[in-house]
């Protein structure tokens, strides 16, 4: 089974803090992701990286960066966390190369953070 | 314009019976994929069902079966004999092009409520 693991479930920070949030997958997939959940507005995409050290911008990337130096790991990073930024954050990540009918994404379990 | 849509922010069905969710999406590319997603309250995203645009039959799986009129650019989840444990949400998802590097996008999500 693909496990993908998020660092933390909840998480409260102050405004202006340097936030990190880590996301490691077991299954040897490319692809990770970073979306966004708001209520209403579904689930919206960050960043997304497609190999090591790669990444691509996703609809809503302004006040975020990534970091992947590792395959299994991708990296969200709050560089001075607003609280506009107090949303539930969700990776994901698949592997189309494996030779699968579909490219499913499969995600972690969420991190709700609070920006105070 | 919205990628995805998805009219009904809450529906209730009675215990054993059917249910029909609406998901419509708008792209021109002729290679695509639609994805359902089940949310329960715990916060994680469980893939259901998967369609992909040159799929001749209406994908099924288990009491999941995707209703895809392609003319019509819907791709409705019916989900049979509905259960207590089926009260989620529910998120349709695209992936325009062909399978690789790229995301999904998501509709705004249906919220079902399961009722004994």
């Known amino acids: 089974d693909v496990k993908v693991t998020q660092s933390s479930r909840y998480l409260v920070k102050r405004t202006g803090e340097k936030v990190f949030l880590e996301c490691v997958q077991d299954?040897?997939?490319?692809?990770m992701f970073w979306y966004r959940q708001d209520p209403g507005l579904g689930l919206r995409l960050i960043y997304f990286s497609y190999d090591v050290k790669m990444k691509e911008k996703g609809d809503i990337p302004e006040g975020y960066s990534v970091s992947r130096e590792k395959k299994e790991r991708f990296s969200l990073i709050l560089e001075s966390a607003s609280t506009n930024q107090t949303s539930m954050y969700l990776c994901?990540?698949?592997?189309?190369?494996?030779?699968?009918?579909?490219?499913?994404?499969?995600f972690g379990p969420g991190t709700r953070l609070t920006v105070l | 314009a919205q990628k995805i849509t998805q009219t009904q922010p809450g529906m209730f069905v009675q215990e054993k019976e059917a249910v029909t969710l609406d998901c419509t999406y708008d792209?021109?590319?002729?290679?695509?994929?639609l994805f359902w997603y089940k949310q329960p309250s715990s916060g994680e995203m469980i893939f259901l069902i998967y369609q992909g645009s040159y799929d001749q039959q209406n994908a099924t799986e288990g009491r999941y079966s995707l209703n895809f009129q392609k003319a019509r650019k819907s791709a409705n989840l019916v989900i049979s004999a509905s259960q207590l444990g089926d009260s989620a949400m529910y998120f349709c998802?695209?992936?325009?092009?062909?399978?690789?590097?790229?995301?999904?996008?998501f509709g705004s999500g249906t919220r079902l409520q399961v009722q004994p």
């Open positions: 998802a695209m992936r325009e092009g062909p399978a690789g590097r790229r995301a999904l996008t």
């Open positions: 994901a990540s698949n592997s189309f190369l494996a030779g699968g009918f579909t490219d499913t994404q499969y």
């Open positions: 299954m040897d997939h490319e692809n």
């Open positions: 792209t021109s590319d002729p290679s695509y994929g």
